[in-house]
Structure formats: C-alpha cells, structure tokens
C-alpha cells in the first residue's frame, strides 16, 4: 500500500485543474477564457467576447454580459439587450446588471419590463438596475409599482430602494402608500 502512495500523490500533483481556453468543451474553461479578455478592447478581443453571447451554457453567456459590463459602453445595450429574454435566469439576472452598468438611457423600458419576469429574482435585478437611473421618472414609477409584487422579496426591495432614493422613512410597504409620499 505504501508503495503506492508516493507514485498517486505525483499523479494528483500533474493533474492540473482547469485551463482558460475559449475553445473548450468544457464551459467553465471557456468562461476561464472569457475573463482573460476582461480588460482587452481591441477589435478581435471584442469579437471574442460577442461570439460567446451565443454560447450554448449559460455561464459562458453570463461571463460575456459581465466583461461587456465591465467595459461600461453605452452602445454595447444592443447586444445586452436580446439576453434579458435568455432561457435562464441567471443570465437575465446578469443582463439586467449588465444594462444599468452600460447606462444607456434606453434600458429603462427593457427594465421596466423585465419586472413581469417570473422568476423573482430576475425582478429583483431588474429593480437594482432601475435604480441606477434615478434621472428616469418612469424607473421610480415602476419602483413605486414593484412594492405590490406578490413576491416578498421584491416588494421589500423596491420599498428598500425607493427609501435609498427619496430618503424617506416610515412609508408602508404598499404602491399606494409610496405614490401619495412622493407626490
């Protein structure tokens, strides 16, 4: 048995984990690769970055939305944007994240919409996002609209942003009852 040890444990030492490679079979060295191209903005880089959008594992098409939200281009909305109707709710998580750091004014209605989501945490990221365009009256009228979803979680996050924004205590947790504050 001992004999065995040392020769294993040499085994396990070259065995090496996963490698960042953009043409991987395995997702999450393709997304390894994505974060390689973080803070490139050449021409070919970018490229790379948009081919993965259309990855067929949602991790690699997450990546893709953080790095172009890391870039924080305006114009990189039209290529965000198809991804907040993504099968998966983690990349339309991402994507709303994604269009409030591009700040492009107009994610505002694509945001908007995004609260009828079903899944609530993607209406919880879509709330995030609105709130990072407070010059947007239609953003703080969905917020205001947000805080009588049926889910607890998001009722309590838009009421939670909605007093970040105005600064106002006390209000019940009720549409109506922030409609009449911030009249």
Not at 2 to 25: D, H, I, T, Y
Not at 80 to 88: E, Q, S, Y
Not at 96 to 122: F, Q, S, T
Request: charged share 25%; glycine share 6%.
């Amino acid at each position: 048995m001992r004999s065995l040890f040392w020769p294993a444990l040499l085994l396990l030492g070259a065995c090496g984990g996963p490698e960042p490679n953009l043409k991987s079979q395995d997702p999450y060295e393709r997304f390894l690769g994505e974060r390689e191209l973080l803070e490139n903005t050449d021409a070919q880089s970018m490229a790379e970055v948009l081919a993965c959008l259309e990855d067929p594992h949602f991790l690699v098409v997450a990546g893709a939305l953080e790095i172009l939200a890391h870039q924080g281009r305006p114009e990189y909305l039209q290529h965000i944007a198809p991804k907040l109707k993504h099968k998966n709710p983690l990349v339309r998580q991402t994507a709303c994240a994604a269009a409030a750091a591009v700040h492009n004014r107009e994610a505002v209605p694509l945001l908007i919409g995004m609260l009828k989501d079903p899944d609530p945490g993607v209406r919880r990221s879509a709330l995030k996002a609105l709130a990072a365009f407070p010059e947007a009256p239609e953003a703080t009228a969905a917020m205001i609209d947000a805080v009588d979803d049926k889910d607890v979680s998001v009722s309590y996050m838009a009421a939670r942003l909605l007093h970040e924004r105005t600064g106002k205590n006390g209000i019940a947790r009720t549409k109506k009852a922030w409609a009449e504050a911030l009249k």
